[in-house]
């Protein structure tokens, strides 16, 4: 067996006993930490996404109960654990399994960007980032963008903590580029490889409008 193969097996073998170690670091988040401090809960974090990339669809059968269990806590902590948690799992697993799970929770996912707690907006902000980024057909669907993502990413751009709106700002770059590569695959270029038009083209003086407003502030 190849040594990467064998790194794998062990990894995956691992999980049951490393991921429950890590989404309890996940919780122990202090509200008043830099945003530039490498702290545990980061370094968990950081964890999760390489022990994803590395065993795949494993990760999600292992860490989805805690997400389940977690997402809608009445302790922020364990809130904001819980969408850290998902957001970390978006590279790795197979389209399959990711499109599946990501079916599932965007809808409760944009929900937080209206959470109480700035720790929990933020970090569903870069949530949806991290699905924009690899999960382009399902955030570019029309009844996703009209009726529940633009306009919550929108009125998240106005939020008073800076670093929600900074993390707003790139989502809202993460999906322009979902949206791209989707209208590409379907033709949407002309000879040149120029694009056309996208499912966002008919938002786009809205977006401008709003992340000039953000940027005014």
């Not at 900074?166 to 002309?190: F, H, M, P």
Request: net charge negative.
């Amino acid at each position: 067996m190849a040594p990467e193969r064998v790194s794998k097996h062990y990894a995956k073998g691992a999980l049951p006993y490393i991921l429950p170690i890590l989404t309890e670091q996940l919780a122990k988040q202090e509200p008043d930490t830099d945003d530039e401090e490498w702290v545990p809960t980061k370094a968990a974090g950081v964890c999760i996404m390489l022990l994803a990339q590395c065993c795949g669809d494993a990760v999600v059968d292992e860490i989805l109960p805690f997400i389940t269990q977690h997402f809608t806590s009445s302790d922020w902590h364990h809130r904001e654990a819980a969408i850290m948690a998902f957001g970390s799992i978006m590279e790795g697993p197979s389209r399959g399994k990711l499109m599946t799970l990501v079916e599932q929770a965007i809808q409760p996912l944009i929900i937080t960007l209206s959470d109480a707690n700035t720790a929990v907006k933020d970090t569903a902000a870069w949530a949806i980032g991290r699905i924009c980024d690899n999960c382009e057909e399902l955030v570019t669907k029309e009844n996703i963008l009209k009726n529940s993502l633009l306009p919550a990413l929108f009125t998240a751009l106005h939020d008073p903590a800076p670093k929600v709106a900074a993390n707003v700002c790139w989502a809202i770059s993460s999906l322009v580029k979902a949206a791209y590569q989707v209208a590409v695959e379907r033709g949407g270029t002309d000879a040149n490889g120029h694009l056309q038009t996208s499912i966002l083209s008919g938002y786009f003086a809205t977006m401008v409008a709003e992340l000039i407003k953000t940027t005014d502030r």
